[in-house]
Nanobody, 122 residues
Framework: VQLQASGGGLVQTGDSLRLSCAAS????????VGWFRQGPGKEREFVAA???????FYGEAVEGRFTISRDIARNMVYLQMNSLKPEDTAVYYC?????????????????WGQGTLVTVSS
């Protein structure tokens, strides 16, 4: 499966942004799908994931502000980001995997999109 992330941009503190991840060559319904981010000088960080059985997981830093969702008909996964903060500035990646274990670890995922940059100004 090939993934294409989009929707990043420059926003101000408190704004909202929605990222999209499009899949080709495979259906998202068959995969665990996650969002990760990597800020300047930081390690890749877990943001959110859709596991098997529609289970949803969020990283502590985004819990209550971000929402992950999936549109199976359009083969898209979204990340709605609200109340953005400067520390949310990062390149955001969507990823997919056939498995369903350690989904908070970026090392679990076999398929990655190219990343989309989100910059939150203070």
């Amino acid at each position: 499966v090939q993934l294409q992330a989009s929707g990043g941009g420059l926003v101000q503190t408190g704004d909202s942004l929605r990222l999209s991840c499009a899949a080709s060559g495979g259906s998202f319904s068959r995969y665990v799908v996650g969002w990760f981010r990597q800020g300047p000088g930081k390690e890749r960080e877990f943001v959110a994931a859709l596991g098997r059985g529609a289970r949803i997981f969020y990283g502590e830093a985004v819990e209550g502000r971000f929402t992950i969702s999936r549109d199976i008909a359009r083969n898209m996964v979204y990340l709605q980001m609200n109340s953005l903060k400067p520390e949310d500035t990062a390149v955001y990646y969507c990823a997919a995997d056939n498995g369903d274990y350690e989904i908070r670890s970026w090392r679990t995922y076999d398929y990655w999109g190219q990343g989309t940059l989100v910059t939150v100004s203070s």
